[in-house]
Structure formats: structure tokens, C-alpha cells
T-cell receptor, first 114, second 112 residues
Framework: DAGITQSPRHKVTETGTPVTLRCHQTENHRYMYWYRQDPGHGLRLIHYSYGVKDTDKGEVSDGYSVSRSKTEDFLLTLESATSSQTSVYFC?????????????FGPGTRLTVL | AQSVTQLGSHVSVSEGALVLLRCNYSSSVPPYLFWYVQYPNQGLQLLLKYTSAATLVKGINGFEAEFKKSETSFHLTKPSAHMSDAAEYFCAVSRNDYKLSFGAGTTVTVRA
């Protein structure tokens, strides 16, 4: 299994509070991704990173920000959580050598915003 | 823009029967295509991928998929279903941008 951990694994929070999810990898892969998974939508890309301090938006980036200060860590922040952000969040990594590189997924974080 | 359509959100098969999951893509140029599987309460893992090397791609756990450019399809099959194949399956597409676009997913249940 790819060395990817996500923390926390479960979180319940209230509307309006800030939340930070952490993804940590031990593979030294260049690319890191944050997705959210919702029924009927599959996985949708929130943000991704192609190197330290290099990030870009995905298709559902509104309300989210990211940071990557070290190769191994990619943080996803919800500045002011809303109920629509209740979801399962997955981190993924890939080597970034070619576009056919496999993305490896973490175990997910289940976030509930009340 | 590219997208992926998975036909059928739920598929139920008998143990030992053929598993067929449908995936169609829309793209102006041949894309790279992937099938991932997600078991309950787990992350996704790669089943197989098409990278233009061969149109028939074999993956793990006895699954295979065939890329058909004329039909813009990349359907996933397994000749004989096993109870352990019960999971959610996702088709995804990428085009030279290191990003994946996923279909909505198909949940497979296997009847004894």
C-alpha cells in the first residue's frame, strides 16, 4: 500500500468553524490531490499540488484553500465550514512523471458539518 | 472539456455470472482511461488503466477492459463474479494534465 495517511479520519464540526484536514505521504511523490466524494457525483477534484508551494484549483474549489510547505504534507482548509461541505474527503498522490501515472488514494476523512 | 459517463448506478449479478460495467467518455482526442474500485469504508485502488499501448487491458482480480475508440467506450468486464467483487467501481479519464475526472460510480452487488 502507498504510504498515505489522512488525519483526522472522522470529524464533526459546526457551521462557521474552520477545519483543516491533513494528508501525509512517505513516497516523496510530486503530485498531491484533494477530492471530495458525494453520492451520485463520484469523486470531484478540489485542489491539487505539483510541488512545494505549487498548487492549483480543481473543479469544486470554492470555500476551500490548500497549502503545501513540505513535500510530504498537503493541507486542506475549510475557512468557514458549511453544511454543503459535509462529505468524505480523499487525498491522493502520484509520481507526476507522466499523465498515465497511477493515483494512489488515502483512507479518507469523513467530515460532518452540523 | 472531457467527461465520463457510467451507465447504471447499481448492478446486481449472481455469483459466477458475467460482470459488465459500462463507461463512455467524451473527448476530442484519445484520453487515458482508468478503472478504480472502492471497497466499503476504504479509499480507491487501481484495477487497470489504458495508456494507448494495447486496446485490451488486463487488471487485477480477473478484471479486464477494452478501449473502443469508435464507440468512445472503456467497459469493464469479469467473466465470473465472486462475492468479494461487491464494491463501487469508478471509471476515470485523464488528458495530459495529471488530473482525473471521475464518473459517478457503479455499485456492484453479488447474489449468492
Amino acid at each position: 500500500d502507498a504510504g498515505i495517511t489522512q488525519s483526522p479520519r472522522h470529524k464533526v464540526t459546526e457551521t462557521g468553524t474552520p477545519v483543516t484536514l491533513r494528508c501525509h505521504q512517505t513516497e516523496n511523490h510530486r503530485y498531491m490531490y484533494w477530492y471530495r466524494q458525494d453520492p451520485g457525483h463520484g469523486l470531484r477534484l478540489i485542489h491539487y499540488s505539483y510541488g512545494v508551494k505549487d498548487t492549483d484549483k480543481g473543479e469544486v474549489s470554492d470555500g476551500y484553500s490548500v497549502s503545501r510547505s513540505k513535500t510530504e504534507d498537503f493541507l486542506l482548509t475549510l475557512e468557514s465550514a458549511t453544511s454543503s461541505q459535509t462529505s468524505v474527503y480523499f487525498c491522493a498522490i502520484s509520481e507526476g512523471q507522466t499523465s498515465t501515472d497511477t493515483q494512489y488514494f488515502g483512507p479518507g476523512t469523513r467530515l460532518t458539518v452540523l | 472539456a472531457q467527461s465520463v459517463t457510467q451507465l447504471g448506478s447499481h448492478v446486481s449479478v449472481s455469483e459466477g455470472a458475467l460482470v459488465l460495467l459500462r463507461c463512455n467518455y467524451s473527448s476530442s482526442v484519445p484520453p487515458y482511461l482508468f478503472w478504480y474500485v472502492q471497497y466499503p469504508n476504504q479509499g480507491l485502488q487501481l484495477l487497470l488503466k489504458y495508456t494507448s499501448a494495447a486496446t485490451l487491458v488486463k487488471g487485477i482480480n480477473g478484471f479486464e477492459a477494452e478501449f473502443k475508440k469508435s464507440e468512445t467506450s472503456f467497459h469493464l468486464t469479469k467473466p465470473s463474479a465472486h462475492m468479494s467483487d461487491a464494491a463501487e467501481y469508478f471509471c476515470a479519464v485523464s488528458r495530459n494534465d495529471y488530473k482525473l475526472s471521475f464518473g459517478a460510480g457503479t455499485t456492484v452487488t453479488v447474489r449468492a
